[in-house]
T-cell receptor, first 112, second 114 residues
Framework: DAKTTQPPSMDCAEGRAANLPCNHS???????VYWYRQIHSQGPQYIIH???NNETNEMASLIITEDRKSSTLILPHATLRDTAVYYC?????????????FGQGTILTVHP | DGGITQSPKYLFRKEGQNVTLSCEQNLNHDAMYWYRQDPGQGLRLIYYSQIVNDFQKGDIAEGYSVSREKKESFPLTVTSAQKNPTAFYLC?????????????FGPGTRLTVL
């Protein structure tokens, strides 16, 4: 699986957009980019995923660069409840098919 | 409501005892997973099951065992052979085994060995 690099922590003001970057420079053509988040002491929650095109759902937007070496998760109007650890994951095929590898993620703190 | 349940939420055991963590899903998902999380760390895959009556070792299977006799159930046994069992255990499921499939997680069980 390709490795990902995320900043260990970020801050965001409530009501503003939170832009969380992820570097995955060794990503291969068949790997998807997934984002999950984990609120303290709870199970992770799926947010969004994509392959090449930008994606948007009710929770967030995912912007993937044209070379696919990096991506950005955008929470358009962050609230205090968005404070969590955000994980960027790339998922390979072959023997790792279906397996998610969670790194240490980015701790996002949304403040009033 | 459809979802994944794990019980109990908190579990204490004495060193040397085996303990079984429950995981049940009513999502009609084929694939199920067990992860372990240590403080300040990401999740590590213990075991996974692509379909009923089948399961495979993940990255850290030593000291753990599982069964998958029913589609909706995937219990994890932490045996006395597991050297550092104190951790947060998370169960997940997905509709099928595959790179495009979202995993849904349960609330977790926090195991403490006394």
């Amino acid at each position: 699986d390709a490795k990902t690099t995320q900043p260990p922590s970020m801050d965001c003001a409530e009501g503003r957009a939170a832009n969380l970057p992820c570097n995955h420079s060794t990503i291969s053509g068949n790997e998807y980019v997934y984002w999950y988040r984990q609120i303290h002491s709870q199970g992770p929650q799926y947010i969004i995923h994509g392959l090449k095109n930008n994606e948007t759902n009710e929770m967030a937007s995912l912007i993937i660069t044209e070379d696919r070496k990096s991506s950005t998760l955008i929470l358009p109007h962050a609230t205090l409840r968005d404070t969590a650890v955000y994980y960027c994951i790339v998922n390979a095929g072959g023997t790792s098919y279906g397996k998610l590898t969670f790194g240490q993620g980015t701790i996002l703190t949304v403040h009033p | 409501d459809g979802g994944i349940t794990q019980s109990p939420k908190y579990l204490f055991r004495k060193e040397g005892q085996n303990v079984t963590l429950s995981c049940e899903q009513n999502l009609n998902h084929d694939a199920m997973y067990w992860y372990r999380q240590d403080p300040g760390q990401g999740l590590r895959l213990i075991y996974y099951s692509q379909i009923v009556n089948d399961f495979q070792k993940g990255d850290i299977a030593e000291g753990y065992s599982v069964s998958r006799e029913k589609k909706e159930s995937f219990p994890l046994t932490v045996t006395s052979a597991q050297k550092n069992p104190t951790a947060f255990y998370l169960c997940a499921s997905s509709k099928m085994w595959g790179a495009t499939d979202t995993q849904y997680f349960g609330p977790g069980t926090r195991l403490t060995v006394l």
